[in-house]
Antibody, heavy 119, light 107 residues
Framework: QVQLVQSGPEMKKPGASVKVSCKASGYTFTDYYMNWVRQAPGQGLEWMGWINPNSGGTNFAQKFQGRVTMTRDTSINTVYMELSRLRSDDTAVYYC????????????WGQGTLVTVSS | DIQMTQSPSTLSASVGDRVTITCRASQSFNTWLAWYQQKPGKAPKLLIYDASSLESGVPSRFSGSGSGTEFTLTISSLQPDDFATYYCQQYNSYSHTFGQGTKLEMK
């Protein structure tokens, strides 16, 4: 069965970076794009971007251009999302979700990783 | 970016009711639209993709329709498990924007 297991909660100071991992199992890792979506406390969903685990190609929401990096390690079936120059409004739960097909929405989701940014 | 606007923001309904949630896009596209259900503290669950295709395992009381700039999610007969927040998401453009959400609450 498809499983996405994310890394644990993070507490960061403003200006720092955070790297969240998402380990996939139960399917061929390189066959499906991975989306990243975040949700600030009490707020709606916000799409951040996707990575193609096969090629490493990425596409980011304009809001995050220059601050987000998405990478993958095919040897351990893991994708990473790194967000730099953190601000307090980056406090959110960050989700990875496996896309149904290239550039499609996600139909399998990780459990979420809470990133708290506070001085 | 394509902006997605859902209405209503909150919807009060009773078990057995038929409910409809609308999602309007700032510019027209084909049917690259998904609907999700989210419960507190949980990851979203995909219900509908390509505007009207039911995701595997989702009850048939959920249906989606629309194209262009107006899309709807309909629940034909509300069940207790359906009280949650619903989001639309377009994936037509390079930026896959979500609507702001509709909270479906018990009347």
């Amino acid at each position: 069965q498809v499983q996405l297991v994310q890394s644990g909660p993070e507490m960061k100071k403003p200006g720092a970076s955070v790297k969240v991992s998402c380990k996939a199992s139960g399917y061929t890792f390189t066959d499906y794009y991975m989306n990243w979506v975040r949700q600030a406390p009490g707020q709606g969903l916000e799409w951040m971007g996707w990575i193609n685990p096969n090629s490493g190609g990425t596409n980011f929401a304009q809001k995050f251009q220059g601050r987000v990096t998405m990478t993958r390690d095919t040897s351990i079936n893991t994708v990473y999302m790194e967000l730099s120059r953190l601000r307090s409004d980056d406090t959110a739960v960050y989700y990875c979700s496996r896309a149904m097909a290239a550039e499609y929405p996600g139909n399998f989701w990780g459990q979420g990783t809470l990133v708290t940014v506070s001085s | 970016d394509i902006q997605m606007t859902q209405s209503p923001s909150t919807l009060s309904a009773s078990v057995g009711d038929r409910v409809t949630i609308t999602c309007r896009a700032s510019q027209s596209f084909n049917t690259w639209l998904a609907w999700y259900q989210q419960k507190p503290g949980k990851a979203p669950k995909l219900l509908i993709y390509d505007a009207s295709s039911l995701e595997s395992g989702v009850p048939s009381r959920f249906s989606g329709s629309g194209s262009g700039t107006e899309f709807t999610l309909t629940i034909s007969s509300l069940q207790p498990d359906d009280f949650a927040t619903y989001y639309c998401q377009q994936y037509n453009s390079y930026s896959h924007t979500f609507g702001q959400g509709t909270k479906l609450e018990m009347k």
